[in-house]
Each structure stands twice: as structure tokens, then as C-alpha cells.
């Protein structure tokens, strides 16, 4: 999921300078699995917003605020509370908030940082594993990510500067050469990391990126 | 062909010192200290924005050198360039006259003195090393419309350098990477520093039993004090400076320092001579040191 964290509320409140009234919009998916735009972030946005002296004209919870159908919807259901505010405070991604924004055609301000693609080890604690590169490299390095995890993104083998199984970068982040290493001479795959790996084709990570299927039903999208 | 390549192919030991580029545009102190060793060495590496801080690059003062009568190993770091500006440097660096190159994954961002900044990776050290191979062949790192290599006019040489950490903790995952910079084209290694002997030569007889070939230059990193020490064993990942040595250091008053750092760097390389092709001196700005460490080393 999209790994997000509220901005701080000053932050916010700087961005809202000059405009009264508010609507605040969530996103039901990773914004509240966040903890940050789901319903008990956005009732406290509002007291909070409120006690600073505006005036909440609605909120709600968007099922999915990057998808244009379903922040359509939801817009029309809040009609009256979103014509009203002076603009719409989001607390979900920068996605959500470019879709509400963009489809809704009303000044919208962003309440949350986007920090990255991450997994979840538990609530408030999170990393990130792929980033989405658009060319898979996980098959070749045994399942573990060198582009990303890798704090230098290297393909052929790790630098000089791993101690302990950890990164020159941080001490607290694990050498993924370490890993890779480790897991490949267990399962006797040490072949796949004495193998080149050519200069990884960037081209799938120039932005922005888009991707439209290529007929209706593509084969590997079929039930 | 370098004398470089010339004195490691007529199996000489070997001698190479390292010169850092300021942050400014004085090159005096760098010349200088070039000068000062330049007789006894067969090449001066230059360092490219060393610890990720910007200053002077290590192209611009490699062709100083070459102007200076003295041979350069131009040092390029990965983590500053993409594909497109690695590829033209080493052009840059043909017609400016620099032949040794050294490739380098180069220290990370966060290391540095501009910590906001992007890292670049594109290419890792191993790629780097293909991409100089595929330069010499005449071609270049990219393709035509049709998918062929695009041609060069005129192609470059080089004699192609590459570093390796023989003390890391886990060295295994080193000689892999070892194996694959020499199928890309290094010719020549040069290692990260080493206080142990008999770690090294492990190291060495490892690489024989590997049938991995190319000359390899020890480093030794001079050591200045004892501080010096105490921080490259907590800081600097692969380089460990044994318990002898530090009480040397602690033992050692303030004003013979100098003096002790040349004696164990001397000592150091006459324990390692017989193991390896030569010597990688890193003297940090004892520029002066180079000489009678050499001398040391050959009495």
C-alpha cells in the first residue's frame, strides 16, 4: 500500500491561510489503514481545524480516492458541504489527491505526506520493498529487491561499505547484499549472483507513467 | 600504453599514491603533492568527490596532472552520473590524455555534505567497467532505431581499474563481485585498506584458488594518530586496524608521529610484498610521507 503520515497540523494550517471554510476529504483504503484519513483522523482534523477558528463544511471518507467513478460518486453525495467550502483539505496520497482535485474541479489542499510503497510489519511500522520499476527484477536476485533495497540500487553484488549484514547508510537497515548472499548459498543459488546483470533499461521508470490495457480483456487480467 | 600498465606487466612491484581534489579551485596543494611522490610511484590516483563532498573533479585535476608530466589514475564514482555522462567522461578523459581509470560505486549520499541530494547509481562499478569495454569496441552503451550498437568515431583505451575490500566481515560476496569486474574488463585492483597481513594473504590465496589473475595493489590508508585508527575501526566498514598496531599509535608522542606512520606503512607493505603486485599508498595530505615509505619499503 501507498505508506503514508499526516502532515504536521501547522503545516496544514499555512496551507489553509486566507480560506474559511473546509471540507476534508479520507480515503477509505491506504490513508486509513495509515491512520491518516480515515474517520477518527478526519473528526479530529475537524475539531482541530475547528478550534483553530474554521469552519468544517463536511467530511467524508472517499471509498478510493485515486479512482475517478468512485470519487464521482461520493462528490455528488456530498454536493451541498463540497460547494460550500472555501476548498478540500486531503488526507489520503498525492494521487487522491490530484484525482478529487482534477474530477472534482475545486481547489484542494494535500494533508499527508506519500512516503512509499511499503509493506506492513505492524500498525506504525512499515518499509519499503519494491519500487515499482516497472521491470521485475526479483526473479534474478531470489526474491529479495536489490533496486530498492539496496540503498545504492546495485545489481552485481554489494558495495564495500556493509558491516554486520548492515548498510554504510544507516546501522539500522539491513546490507540487502547481505541477504541476497546469504539466502543464495543456502539454497545453493550463488550461479545467479556470479551471473552479470546489464544496466538495468530505465525506461519504464520515466514519468509520468501511464499504462492502458492493451486490448478490453488482456489474457494475464482474465478471471 | 600507461606506465602503469607497463610497470604491472613487467611484473614489477608496484607503487601508486592518491592525491584529493580541494573544494575550491587552488590546485596548488594538489600539484604539489602530486610532484612530491610522482618519483616514485607509477601513477597518483585521483579521488572523485570523495565521501559523497562536492569539490574540484577528479577529471579536470587528472588532466592537470597529465599536463603536469604526471601520470593520473582518474577515479570515477557511480553514484554522481547517469549512463549518458559516465560514457562521455571516459571520452572526455581519452582526449584529455588520462589512460588509468578506476571504477567505484562511490560512498553514498548521506555520507556527504549535501545530504539532500539525488543519488544517481545508474550504473553499478561492475556495469561501469563493461561500459569502458564496450567504448573500446567502438561502440557505446546505447542503440540505433534498429536495435543495432550505436558506432563511435574514433575509439578510446584505457587500462581499467577496479577496487575490492579484502577485510570485509563477510568476503565471499567481495571475490564474487571480484570475478564479475574482471570478466567486465579491470585489469588492474587496487584494495581497501589493509592492517592484516595474514587476513590478506587468506585473501590472496582465495583469489589464486579462484584463478582470478589481475594485478592487485594493497592499500594502506597512512595512519595519522591514534583517533585516526580508533574511527576507520568504528566507522569504516572492511577496514579493521589490529589491537599491535593501535598501542603503537598510543605509544607514539605527538611530534614522531609522522615518522611511526611511515614505519608501519613500510612494514605493512614489506609483510604483503611477496603476496601481491603492489602498493596502493593513501597518504590524506601527508603527501611527503610517500617517498620515504617506498624507500623504506625497497631498503
Not at chain 1, 3 to 28: R, S, T, Y
Not at chain 1, 132 to 140: I, M, R
Not at chain 2, 27 to 41: F, T, W
Not at chain 2, 220 to 245: D, F, H, R, S, T
Amino acid at each position: 500500500m501507498i505508506i503514508q503520515k499526516q502532515k504536521p497540523f501547522e503545516a496544514i494550517l499555512k496551507a489553509l491561510e486566507g480560506e474559511q471554510k473546509i471540507f476534508i476529504a479520507g480515503c477509505a483504503d491506504c490513508a486509513s489503514a495509515c491512520k491518516v484519513g480515515g474517520e477518527e483522523e478526519l473528526a479530529a482534523m475537524k475539531l482541530q481545524l475547528e478550534a483553530a477558528g474554521k469552519t468544517v463544511t463536511g467530511t467524508a471518507v472517499f471509498d478510493t480516492a485515486c479512482q475517478q467513478s468512485a470519487v464521482r460518486t461520493k462528490a455528488r453525495e456530498n454536493e451541498a458541504a463540497i460547494q460550500a467550502a472555501d476548498s478540500i483539505l486531503v488526507l489520503a496520497c498525492g494521487t487522491g489527491e490530484q484525482t478529487l482535485g482534477d474530477t472534482i474541479g475545486k481547489r484542494v489542499h494535500i494533508g499527508a505526506e506519500s512516503l512509499f510503497v511499503g509493506e506492513v510489519a505492524r500498525l506504525g511500522k512499515y518499509s519499503e520493498k519494491c519500487s515499482t520499476c516497472g521491470k521485475c527484477v526479483l526473479e534474478d536476485f531470489e526474491g529479495i529487491c536489490p533496486v530498492t533495497r539496496c540503498s545504492k540500487g546495485l545489481l552485481n553484488g554489494p558495495c564495500g561499505g556493509y558491516k554486520d549484514g548492515k548498510c554504510e547508510v544507516d546501522p539500522e537497515k539491513d546490507c540487502a547484499w547481505v541477504l541476497i548472499y546469504k539466502r543464495m548459498e543456502e539454497r545453493n543459488k550463488l550461479d545467479k549472483m556470479r551471473a552479470y546483470q546489464p544496466a538495468k533499461d530505465q525506461s519504464t521508470r520515466h514519468s509520468p507513467r501511464t499504462y492502458t490495457w492493451p486490448k478490453r480483456e488482456p489474457q494475464g487480467n482474465k478471471p | 600504453m600507461s606506465k602503469l600498465q607497463q610497470s604491472l606487466q613487467a611484473g614489477q612491484f608496484t607503487f601508486t599514491g592518491e592525491v584529493g581534489p580541494p573544494k575550491g579551485v587552488d590546485l596548488h596543494h594538489v600539484i604539489e603533492g602530486a610532484r612530491m611522490m610522482k618519483d616514485k610511484v607509477a601513477a597518483v590516483n585521483v579521488t572523485d568527490l570523495q565521501t559523497a563532498v562536492m569539490r574540484l573533479g577528479s577529471l579536470a585535476v587528472s588532466a592537470k596532472l597529465v599536463q603536469a608530466g604526471i601520470e593520473p589514475v582518474f577515479q570515477m564514482v557511480c553514484r554522481d552520473r547517469n549512463r549518458l555522462a559516465l560514457q562521455s567522461d571516459l571520452l572526455n578523459a581519452f582526449v584529455l590524455g588520462v589512460e588509468n581509470v578506476l571504477a567505484i560505486t562511490g560512498d553514498h549520499i548521506v555520507k556527504g555534505d549535501h545530504r539532500e541530494a539525488k543519488p544517481v547509481y545508474d550504473l553499478d562499478s561492475v556495469q561501469l567497467l563493461k561500459a569502458m569495454t564496450i567504448l573500446e569496441s567502438g561502440a557505446d552503451m546505447g542503440k540505433d532505431f534498429k536495435g543495432r550498437p550505436n558506432k563511435l568515431e574514433g575509439a578510446p583505451k584505457f587500462f581499467k581499474g577496479c577496487v575490492v575490500t579484502p577485510c570485509a566481515d563477510l568476503v565471499e560476496p567481495q571475490i564474487i563481485k571480484l570475478e564479475k569486474k574482471v570478466a567486465a574488463g579491470a585489469q588492474f585492483c587496487q584494495t581497501q585498506a589493509v592492517y592484516d597481513p595474514a587476513a590478506f594473504e587468506k585473501f590472496m590465496n582465495d583469489l589464486r584458488r579462484r584463478n582470478i589473475r589481475i594485478p592487485i595493489l594493497v592499500g594502506i590508508v597512512v595512519l595519522k594518530n591514534l583517533g585516526m585508527a580508533k574511527y576507520m575501526n568504528g566507522n569504516v566498514p572492511g577496514v579493521v586496524v589490529p589491537e599491535p598496531i593501535m598501542k603503537e599509535l598510543a605509544d607514539t608522542p605527538k611530534d614522531d608521529m609522522k615518522k611511526k606512520a611511515v614505519e608501519i606503512s613500510a612494514r605493512l607493505v614489506r609483510a604483503m610484498r611477496s603476496m601481491c603486485q603492489g602498493a596502493h599508498l593513501m597518504t590524506l595530505g601527508w603527501d611527503d610521507t610517500v617517498a620515504p615509505i617506498v624507500e623504506q619499503v625497497s631498503a
